[in-house]
């Protein structure tokens, strides 16, 4: 079965530090990996996507590597700040898109 | 700018009710898929389309149906509202298989 999982479930840091969220799926038959935020009550906001045959995609102080032989991917949030708490949530898909169930990032001053 | 919308943003219905939802892209994307999502069990699909007359069932099809009559419109029917439908529900959008997705931002149904 094709699965998604994402550890932690949730996650605290004080401002500054680096943030480093796994994700890991079942089968690395995947056409792309893709990364999103999602704010309380809000829809999903895509932050990064990843084809199968990249081994990573940077956009600012974020960073996603893929490594589809261990079935891995990281996210990489560098000097995190307060505005970084959010949920996020990791996709891969093998046509369709496949969510883990997030990792909920509180970010404290 | 191309976007994609949904409507209503907030929905209380009756049970046994039929209910619609819509969903609208102006992206001009082939593919269009709807999700739900709940604590504890995350996003999960309820209906996709690859296009004009396309509709395919997901994981969690059973008292959903969708219809694609136009490339920008894929609305979600709940036949008969039943309390496990009270969800959070998202439209997204693809060009085709292999590219990234854009959501809308979300219709939240309650079933009374």
């Known amino acids: 079965k094709q699965e998604v999982t994402q550890i932690p479930a949730a996650l605290s840091v004080p401002e500054g530090e680096n943030l480093v969220l796994n994700c890991s799926f079942t089968?690395?038959?995947?056409?792309?990996l893709q990364w999103f935020r999602q704010d309380p009550g809000k829809g999903l906001t895509s932050l990064l996507l990843?084809?199968?045959?990249?081994r990573e995609q940077t956009s600012g102080r974020l960073n996603a590597s893929l490594d589809k032989s261990s079935g891995r991917s990281t996210l990489y949030i560098a000097a995190s700040q307060p505005g970084d708490s959010a949920t996020y949530l990791c996709?891969?898909?093998?046509?369709?898109?496949?969510f883990g169930a997030g990792t909920q990032v509180v970010v404290t001053p | 700018d191309a976007e994609i919308t949904q409507s209503p943003r907030h929905k209380i219905t009756e049970t046994g009710r039929q209910v619609t939802l819509a969903c609208h892209q102006t992206?001009?994307?082939?593919?269009m898929f709807w999700y739900r999502q709940d604590l504890g069990h995350g996003l999960r699909l309820i209906h996709y389309?690859?296009?004009?007359?396309?509709?395919n069932k997901g994981e969690v099809s059973d008292g959903y149906s969708v219809s694609r009559s136009n490339t920008e419109d894929l609305p979600l029917t709940l036949e008969s509202a039943a309390s496990s439908q009270t969800s959070v529900y998202f439209c997204?959008?693809?060009?085709?298989?292999?590219?990234?997705?854009?959501f809308g931002s979300g219709t939240r149904l309650t079933v009374v």
């Open positions: 389309s690859y296009g004009v007359q396309d509709t």
């Open positions: 997204a959008s693809s060009p085709t298989v292999g590219y990234g997705y854009t």
């Open positions: 992206w001009n994307h082939n593919n």
């Open positions: 996709a891969a898909s093998w046509g369709k898109l496949q």
């Open positions: 089968d690395s038959a995947i056409y792309n």
């Open positions: 990843i084809q199968s045959s990249q």
